[in-house]
Each structure stands twice: as C-alpha cells, then as structure tokens.
C-alpha cells in the first residue's frame, strides 16, 4: 500500500524534517532477503540499512531514475566486504538496453555501467576500503554527460547518449533475467539514500552533514531509520510519519452522534472499572521544554470529578470539577470561565518560552511560569486506568510544536488542517468499520472508505515469482483455493458497475474456470435453502448474471502464462465484457446486485464456497490474479487499451487490491488511500 494518510495504531517511525513542498507519491520499498534496518552503523539518525551479501536486496516498485534529462542519485555507503565485485545499486536487467548499474570493483573503487550507444563505464581513483562512510554520486546534465562524485570530488566523466531503462531500482544487488543475480550482492549499510531530477552538483563539493531534505526536486529519499532488524523502509515524499495511536481496551470509540466538525468524536464515557485509555505514540517527541500549543473541542456531559483531556508523564491538562480550564504539575493553576455541560469548548494550551498560557473559547484565561520538559506519548481522555477519566467527547485534536496562540483569539471555525508545525492531527471522523480505528491526518491522503477484508480459504497466498504489477500477485491452484470478501458493505445494486482485474491460466481445464463470483453459493445463483438471488461469475470463456442461468459466451483468447486484463461492465442496463480493452459479449440486465449472506468470491465458480476448504466448489481458478478492482461506475464503454500501471483508489472504488506483500501470505490488503 501506498503511505499518505495512515492507521493511527500503526507505529510511526521518524522522518526527517521535510520542506514545505507539494507532495510527490511515495514509491513502495520492498526488503528481500535478510535487508533490514540496522542500528549497528549509521551516518545520520537512528540506524542505516544492512545487506549481508547473501541475497539481500531492497527494491522500489518503480524506476527511481528518470530515462533522460538531468537526474542526481547519491547515499552514503560503508563497505564490510573488500577485495571482490559487490553490486550497490542500478536499474539493471542484464543484456539489456540502456541499462545503468554501480558497484565496487575488486580493487574496491567503485565503477558506473551505462550501456548507452556505446557503453561507458566510469571509475573512481578513490577507493572505499578504509570501513568508512563514503558519500557516492551519480550526475547527468542536459547534455548528458555523466560525472562520478566520491565524497565529493570528481573522479571520472563521459559524454554518452540513450534514455536510462525504465526498470525497477535495486540497491544491494542487479537483476539479471528473470531474477536476481545470485553473486556480487553487495555487503554494508547504506544510508541517506536520494534521487533528484535536477544536477545538484557541478563542481567538487563538501557532502553534506545532516540528513538530506524532501524538496521540489527529490524523486525518492530513503532515510533508512527505524527500529533495529526492521524490514520497513520509507520513501520520505515530504510528509511527516503518522502518529501511532492505540485505544488500550477499545472503551475509546468513534460515534457519529456528536462532533463538531466532520462526521465523527471520540466518546469517552467514565464509567466505573473502564479502561478507556488513548494514546498518541511520539506526538511529542522532540519538543521537550519547547513551545507548543495543545488544543481540541471537548464537550462534557457533567463535571462530578476532574476530566483529564491530556496526560503526557506528570503533565496534566484537564478540566477541573469546578468546570473550569487548568493544568498541573507540581502545582495546579486554573482559568476562570466555568464551562457548562453538553456543550463543545475550544481549549487550548500553549507554552511561549517559560509561559504557558490557557484559552477557552479563544480567551485568554491564565498564564504561568512552566519549562517542564515533555515526554513523548501523549494519554488522551484520562490520567490512567480509571484514574481522572473524562466524560464527554472530544474532536478535533490537534498537537503542535509552535506556540498558536499568546494572546485572545477567535476560536477556530472549520476543522483543523496539518502544516508543519503539526506533530498530530485527528479529526476522529468515523472511516472504518472499526469505531476504534483512528486516523492522524499527517498531510496526506485519508482513507475514503471501510477497508474490505477477506479471508483466503485452500492454500490461497501471495506468490512473488508472478506479478502484473508491484511485487507480487495472488496465487490459486485449482484444488480448493479461493479468496473470500468478508465485508464488503456496498453493494452494486441496479446501477453501472466495474469488475476488473489482470489474470494469468496456469492451465485452464473448462470454459467455466471463474475468476470472480458474485452471489453464486450452491448451484448456478442459489443459497443452500433454495432462495434464488440475482448474481454473475467470470469465467474464461462465458459470464453468468441474473437469475437462473442466464449467460453469455465467447472466446476470450486467454492462453496459459500470458496475463490478460479482465472487465465486466455495466453501463445504463447493458453489461460487457472485455478481454484485453477488446469487447467479447454484451447483454441487457438490470438486475439488483446486493450483499446478503453470500460473500463475493475470487477464484471459484459456486458450490459452498463459504466453508474451508469449500466443498465441492466448482470450476476454481488454477493461475494467478493481481491488481482486483470493483467500482461503482463504468470505467469502460467501449474498447481500450489496457491500463499500463497498477490501479488507483478513487471514490468511486468499492475494493482495490494489489495483491503486494510477502511470499506466501494469507493477508491481502485493501487500498483505500
């Protein structure tokens, strides 16, 4: 899955300071073999990435190096193997066109391959063989000559011509073939890894000696910190990390019933022996006795006791059972505004030097003296277990590190927005099925809808040796597999519809080996008890739809090991099919297609497909699927030519899976980003 937008009870991992740009996709960094985050070396923040010279690589999902023009690819490398060839990275297939690869050379310099018109290799008059860190570059100019950079000096240029291959980037190995080269992998940690579309150096340079910064011009920058042995490496696209957050015993809950802007709060209801704490991983870290402002809405249904709205270490931010505003620590201050019940309040703290300053609706109510030094998590909504629990709501919760506010203000009118002073950010609108699911908007994209889940029945995985796109595709072998859509709460109805998806026959023993079912549990469209329900499937040769048996037929051209773009359309009353963009068979049906207790199916025709494994299930699918989309509008009307990247979630998506992940996998992730 892309990042953007992420669950808040997922770990956040540091990010270095980006600057105000618009925000370019993330690209997807996938670790193979034993690559990891390593904490032994690094050159700047927490760790670096270690690759053990043994199979270990990471790859993006894409090329990271535009074909022409100017680009930069720089890191910082330390070498743990001397005297043999070792493979650093490149865009690289192996006897291929215009492909580029860097490595260390067994007199440990390190040498550039471009094979261009001609094929030019660059080397270093400097080696690497000292165990330290080194600064390496690659440049291209608009007049393509390329320069070679160790630690900052220019060691070799060439003049040569071409566009650079649009193939997947790989540090810590090449690829060549179909796979991998199985020698010359690199061994060593890499760090502060970037690409860019411009020329950032021109003549002999001092590296740099703090992390590299996001810009207009970075293409992908790998800061490669995080937890030690972690196999997670971020593409910093400009947007901080997500703040993780977790609702200990699920008593904090989203509810749509009040709010004060969006659609959603959180309720916190305090009652007796109820663990409702919440808490923001990291949502102070670094600001210690800095300036900061902490601020939501709150409403509160009565003020019998004190109401924590924020803990963090000794700190207390509360309400008092007086009603009014206060903080303790060693002592306790209180405002003057006495608040009164069901009603939603602006509240804000924010600490200027040694002040530290409480607002109630925009108004300045106390000042104090506080240099108190933060921890980094912050407890939401009560002291700790049962201990000053707040009962009432709060929404729009936002913690910065700046000081908003230090004098009467107008209350915020509309909803909050992240900037860059912002450490979290949530609305606590309702996007899951899950009330306990919380979002941090992190400046990125929110999900759009409930995640759809599955359940992978058989031997259903992923399997990385075959893909359309991405890193992986979802495999089925034809005896008993079959992915299951446990969730999926919209259904198409009687309006347009789109199920597409790129499949590939492993063999293909009947006309009716389905890929995709829909209301189809026992014989044709029927439940187990008999009642007939409107539903279709998508076989190699013929699609059922409606009741009874109703079908079209056709020859879709599939043939084993080729993969072909799959699409079932309705467009006002008529349904197509396509194979490859081109229109197989067309029928009229405007029948309502619901979800009742008949999930939808990947990979199987019918026959009780919702026990494990499915018994007698029919016509099951013996290949592979990737990239499964289901949306609620026509994308196609006529013939097309097939999409050439993985799909994107939009709002008309109802599921998208890309099918990436780790070989051999049950888990199956929707995109709702």
């Known amino acids: 899955?892309?990042?953007?937008?992420?669950?808040?009870?997922?770990?956040?991992?540091?990010?270095?300071?980006?600057?105000?740009?618009?925000?370019?996709?993330?690209?997807?960094?996938?670790?193979?073999?034993?690559?990891?985050?390593?904490?032994?070396?690094?050159?700047?923040?927490?760790?670096?990435?270690?690759?053990?010279?043994?199979?270990?690589?990471?790859?993006?999902?894409?090329?990271?190096?535009?074909?022409?023009?100017?680009?930069?690819?720089?890191?910082?490398?330390?070498?743990?193997?001397?005297?043999?060839?070792?493979?650093?990275?490149?865009?690289?297939?192996?006897?291929?066109?215009?492909?580029?690869?860097?490595?260390?050379?067994?007199?440990?310099?390190?040498?550039?391959?471009?094979?261009?018109?001609?094929?030019?290799?660059?080397?270093?008059?400097?080696?690497?063989?000292?165990l330290n860190w080194h600064h390496i570059a690659i440049t291209r100019n608009?007049?393509?000559?390329?320069?070679?950079?160790?630690?900052?000096?220019?060691?070799?240029?060439?003049?040569?011509?071409?566009?650079?291959?649009?193939?997947?980037?790989?540090?810590?190995?090449?690829?060549?073939?179909?796979?991998?080269?199985?020698?010359?992998?690199?061994?060593?940690?890499?760090?502060?890894?970037?690409?860019?579309?411009?020329?950032?150096?021109t003549s002999n340079f001092t590296p740099s000696t703090t992390p590299f910064v996001n810009d207009a011009n970075t293409l992908l920058l790998i800061h490669a910190d995080g937890t030690n042995n972690d196999?997670?490496?971020?593409?910093?696209?400009?947007?901080?990390?997500?703040?993780?957050?977790?609702?200990?015993?699920?008593?904090?809950?989203?509810?749509?019933?009040?709010?004060?802007?969006?659609?959603?709060?959180?309720?916190?209801?305090?009652?007796?022996?109820?663990?409702?704490?919440?808490?923001?991983?990291g949502a102070a870290s670094g600001i210690t006795t800095g300036d900061f402002t902490l601020e939501c809405w709150a409403r509160f249904d009565n003020f019998s006791a004190l109401h924590a709205v924020t803990y963090i270490g000794g700190q207390a931010f509360y309400v008092g059972s007086d009603g009014k505003i206060a903080y303790y620590y060693g002592s306790g201050t209180t405002g003057t505004t006495v608040m009164s019940t069901n009603t939603w309040y602006h509240l804000a703290w924010s600490r200027s030097g040694t002040n530290l300053r409480m607002f109630v609706n925009g108004n300045l109510e106390v000042t104090r003296t506080d240099s108190t030094s933060l921890n980094n998590d912050?407890?939401?909504?009560?002291?700790?277990?049962?201990?000053?629990?707040?009962?009432?709501?709060?929404?729009?919760?936002?913690?910065?590190?700046?000081?908003?506010?230090?004098?009467?203000?107008?209350?915020?009118?509309?909803?909050?927005?992240?900037?860059?002073?912002?450490?979290?950010?949530?609305?606590?609108?309702?996007?899951?099925?899950?009330?306990t699911v919380m979002f941090d908007d992190n400046g990125g994209t929110l999900p759009t809808r409930p995640a759809v889940t599955s359940t992978a029945l058989g031997n259903a995985q992923l399997d990385t040796a075959q893909y359309k796109f991405g890193t992986s595709s979802l495999l089925l072998d034809g005896t008993g597999d079959l992915v299951r859509l446990d969730n999926l709460a919209d259904s198409i109805g009687t309006g347009d519809f789109t199920i597409e998806m790129w499949a590939?026959?492993?063999?293909?023993?009947?006309?009716?080996?389905?890929?995709?079912?829909?209301?189809?549990?026992?014989?044709?469209?029927?439940?187990?008890?008999?009642?007939?329900?409107?539903?279709?499937?998508?076989s190699q040769n013929v699609f059922h739809y409606g009741t009874s048996t109703n079908s079209g037929t056709y020859s879709s051209g599939m043939s084993t090991g080729t993969w072909t773009h799959v699409a079932l359309?309705?467009?006002?009353?008529?349904?197509?099919?396509?194979?490859?963009?081109?229109?197989?068979?067309?029928v009229s049906n405007t029948s309502n297609y619901t979800i009742g207790s008949i999930k939808p199916a990947i990979g199987?025709?019918?026959?009780?497909?919702?026990?494990?494994?499915?018994?007698?299930?029919?016509?099951?699918?013996?290949?592979?699927?990737?990239?499964?989309r289901i949306s609620t509008i026509a994308r196609y009307t006529s013939g097309f030519t097939p999409p050439t990247s993985a799909f994107t979630n939009d709002t008309d998506t109802l599921i998208l899976y890309h099918f990436n992940g780790t070989d051999g996998s049950t888990t199956f992730t929707d995109d709702r980003i």
Not at 251 to 276: H, W
């Open 378 to 435: 912050l407890l939401i909504g009560c002291k700790g277990i049962n201990d000053q629990d707040m009962r009432g709501y709060i929404d729009e919760y936002r913690f910065s590190s700046t000081a908003r506010y230090t004098s009467s203000f107008t209350a915020p009118t509309t909803a909050f927005t992240n900037d860059s002073d912002t450490t979290f950010l949530g609305h606590f609108d309702q996007i899951d099925s899950d009330t």
């Open 569 to 586: 359309v309705r467009n006002s009353g008529t349904i197509k099919i396509y194979y490859d963009g081109v229109e197989k068979a067309s």
């Open 142 to 201: 608009a007049s393509n000559r390329f320069d070679l950079w160790i630690d900052g000096t220019s060691e070799d240029n060439v003049t040569e011509t071409g566009d650079l291959l649009e193939y997947d980037f790989m540090m810590g190995a090449r690829f060549n073939g179909g796979g991998p080269n199985t020698t010359e992998h690199a061994n060593g940690y890499f760090d502060e890894v970037r690409v860019s579309d411009t020329v950032r150096y």
């Open 231 to 281: 196999t997670v490496l971020i593409d910093d696209n400009g947007e901080r990390a997500p703040i993780g957050i977790n609702s200990v015993s699920s008593q904090a809950v989203i509810i749509t019933s009040q709010y004060k802007f969006g659609t959603g709060s959180v309720r916190f209801d305090g009652n007796t022996n109820t663990d409702q704490r919440l808490y923001a991983y």
């Open 1 to 130: 899955m892309p990042l953007g937008g992420a669950k808040l009870n997922t770990i956040a991992r540091y990010v270095a300071p980006a600057a105000a740009v618009g925000q370019r996709t993330a690209k997807s960094i996938i670790a193979y073999g034993n690559a990891k985050i390593s904490t032994t070396q690094k050159k700047f923040g927490g760790s670096s990435f270690f690759v053990d010279g043994s199979g270990d690589y990471i790859k993006a999902n894409t090329h990271a190096i535009p074909a022409s023009g100017p680009f930069t690819l720089e890191f910082w490398y330390r070498s743990e193997a001397l005297g043999t060839v070792r493979t650093l990275c490149g865009q690289y297939l192996g006897g291929t066109a215009n492909e580029f690869t860097i490595w260390q050379n067994t007199n440990d310099t390190v040498n550039m391959y471009y094979q261009g018109a001609t094929g030019h290799i660059l080397t270093s008059t400097t080696g690497i063989s000292d």
């Open 604 to 628: 199987v025709f019918d026959r009780y497909i919702h026990t494990s494994p499915p018994l007698g299930g029919r016509f099951l699918w013996d290949g592979w699927i990737d990239e499964l």
């Open 504 to 538: 590939r026959p492993n063999t293909l023993p009947s006309n009716l080996s389905a890929m995709f079912t829909w209301n189809h549990e026992y014989d044709w469209n029927e439940d187990p008890d008999g009642t007939v329900v409107p539903g279709f499937v998508i």
